[in-house]
Antibody
């Protein structure tokens, strides 16, 4: 059974860079049938897609965050990572990693399943 | 890409049916049958309930069903049970400009 686990600092100072890693177990991150993504949820608010990466390294970012986001993949470690620069209090959120399945009906990235348990990152001095 | 529009809250009594709407645009929901629905209980990660508009993953109760008409997708839960009380989010493929995803604002379901 595929499992995803986020890891990284729970506290980041304003203007610094948030760095998280998602470790995939129970399956290979190099499968051509999947993308891998990051989604966040500010406390008490809704979900926001941050970006996705394909095992080949192709990346896709939310236009509203694109200037600050970098997602990378390390197939040798079965991990993918998120970096978000110049953070502010507005970036405080639970950050989830998830597998994004490729729709064989539409030949496009589709739904997110499964999800990691999430990790709370607080931006504060 | 703008967030999809969902009602903030819906409620129903045990055994009843409820429907949650999710309105997007002709660039996302209207152009692709790539709407998915997620259930989120407090403090937990979202769980996939419906994908490609109307398909149920293995293990999800057949009380959950999805549909789409034009730019609006819908999630229907029949035979409401206490454990269905949760937040529900819709999500759509956001179009070829970003290959991204856009979520709805979420709907809080209360089982009375």
């Amino acid at each position: 059974q595929l499992q995803l686990q986020e890891s990284g600092p729970g506290l980041v100072k304003p203007s610094e860079t948030l760095s998280l890693t998602c470790t995939v177990s129970g399956g290979s991150i190099s499968s051509s049938s999947y993308y891998w993504g990051w989604i966040r949820q500010p406390p008490g608010k809704g979900l926001e897609w941050i970006g996705s990466i394909y095992y080949s390294g192709s990346t896709y970012y939310n236009p509203s965050l694109k200037s600050r986001v970098t997602i990378s993949v390390d197939t040798s470690k079965n991990q993918f990572s998120l970096k978000l620069s110049s953070v502010t209090a507005a970036d405080t959120a639970v950050y989830y990693c998830a597998r994004r399945e490729y729709s064989s009906s539409w030949y496009l990235p589709g739904w997110f399943d499964p999800w990691g348990q999430g990790t709370l990152v607080t931006v504060s001095s | 890409q703008s967030a999809l529009t969902q009602p903030a809250s819906v409620s129903g009594s045990p055994g009843q049916s409820i429907t949650i709407s999710c309105t997007g645009t002709s660039s996302d929901v209207g152009s692709y049958n790539l709407v998915s629905w997620y259930q989120q209980h407090p403090g937990k990660a979202p769980k996939l309930m419906i994908y490609e508009g109307s398909k149920r993953p293995s293990g999800v109760s057949n009380r959950f069903s999805g549909s789409k008409s034009g730019n609006t997708a819908s999630l229907t839960i029949s035979g409401l049970q206490a454990e269905d009380e949760a937040d529900y989010y819709c999500c759509s493929y956001a179009g070829s400009s970003t290959f991204g995803a856009v979520f709805g604002g979420g709907t809080q379901l209360t089982v009375l």
